[in-house]
């Protein structure tokens, strides 16, 4: 058997059925390629069919969605094995009865299905050949698709693999995480620093009432995609300096929101080149690829990162807002209340003073209130604020 991805023609005695007909082969002949790999449709096209049964996600989340299955192809120069990781919380809302609407789980529920399992899953394929009573072993496809639940703590085989990327029998994987949360819970929560992309799940999008048969252009693009690869400019040298620049891209972003130096060393503006910088490669090149372009070069993968990388984390960020205080402490997991108090600390602490219990009481009456909201700010598991010295306080920034 030819191996995946092979060009072949192949001959023999052709059979008609009622609505299909079938080739009994009898000779299979390897080709020199010498027509350029085209997908039968264009990259909005596959779009179309692959949110044919969802209305209300739009651009820049439409297209991120998309390179989960365009894919990116390994970034050799890296080490890395190619595909997108993409976290997927989800902002839909309440339902009139008052039950989260679960549009995040039903979406990469609905990718799931959209392809053949064999593919997804990245299974070992067999042919049947009843004339020699015989099966015939099929390597499975090159790249691979995973949906796992953002909420429950993650396989330490994923992680592992999301950390560094390498895999000895595929050479692209593409991950969706999915969370019910409409936010993470902090900036280094786990699903939200592994991946390539976290995105949020507009109110708008919504799963419509419709049934269809997934389309088999779908599955048909995907297959093509893998045959095209793209690459970083042209010589080690260009790669290099691309890398570079992208760093000093996701720098500047972190400087835009304000983000503490404690926290841009990691996780979502981490700059190290298999950090932040490696995930904005892999989408230039997933766009290049849904172009058809033999190369991304700098100013392709500048257009990538405005366009898609760089909308996208603004939307995020805008839709999280109160993530964490001025000086990297973050608020996610605390009530109203108790991010008020956190606040005024970050506010009036200086260098080398913290803030007294009595400037607190002044600020909030309830003192009893007041007591229990630092006590529950100071425990070992939330570790928020500590006690500098008897009633006074002082925050607790985030250092890895």
């Known amino acids: 058997m030819p191996a995946n991805s092979s060009w072949v023609t192949i001959s023999g005695k052709k059979t008609a059925f009622h609505d299909y007909w079938e080739i009994m082969v009898e000779k299979i002949e390897f080709k020199k390629m010498d027509l350029p790999i085209k997908p039968e449709i264009d990259f909005a096209e596959f779009q179309d069919l692959l949110f044919l049964q969802w209305g209300g996600i739009f651009s820049p989340l439409r297209e991120l969605l998309a390179f989960e299955f365009v894919s990116s192809p390994p970034l050799v120069d890296l080490g890395q094995v190619g595909g997108l990781s993409v976290t997927v919380y989800d902002g839909t809302g309440i339902k009139e009865d008052g039950k989260p609407r679960k549009e995040g789980k039903k979406l990469l529920n609905y990718f799931r299905n959209m392809l053949p399992r064999d593919i997804a899953l990245g299974r070992e394929g067999s042919l049947a050949i009843p004339e020699l009573a015989t099966n015939q072993a099929l390597s499975p496809f090159s790249w691979r698709f995973r949906c796992f639940d953002a909420d429950k703590p993650l396989n330490q085989n994923l992680t592992n693999f999301l950390d560094c990327r390498q895999s000895k029998r595929f050479s692209e994987i593409s991950v969706g995480l999915g969370s019910r949360r409409s936010q993470p819970q902090s900036l280094y929560d786990t699903p939200l620093t592994i991946v390539d992309q976290p995105t949020l799940l507009p109110s708008s999008a919504e799963m419509l009432k419709m049934s269809f048969d997934p389309p088999l252009e779908v599955t048909k693009y995907i297959i093509t995609m893998q045959m ?89 960020m805008d839709s999280w807002g109160d993530i964490m205080t001025s000086k990297g402490v973050e608020m996610v997991s605390l009530n109203e209340y108790e991010r008020q108090i956190l606040k005024f600390i970050t506010e009036k602490e200086s260098r080398d003073f913290g803030v007294g219990f009595s400037l607190l009481s002044q600020r909030y009456d309830d ?26 306080y002082r925050t607790i920034p985030f250092v890895k």
């Open 228 to 316: 095209l690869f793209p690459a970083i400019g042209k010589t080690r040298n260009d790669f290099d300096k691309t890398l570079d620049l992208a760093s000093q891209k996701v720098v500047k972003v972190a400087e835009k929101y304000d983000v503490p130096d404690a926290v841009r060393r990691h996780g979502l503006f981490d700059p190290n080149y298999y950090g932040k910088p490696q995930s904005i490669l892999r989408l230039a090149l997933a766009s290049a690829r849904a172009q058809e372009k033999q190369t991304a070069d700098k100013e392709w993968i500048m257009k990538v990162f405005d366009n898609v990388y760089l909308k996208n984390i603004e939307f995020i």
């Open 367 to 392: 003192e009893t209130k007041l007591i229990q909201a630092l006590n529950h700010l100071k425990e070992d598991r939330v570790g928020k604020i500590y006690e500098a010295k008897r009633d006074v």
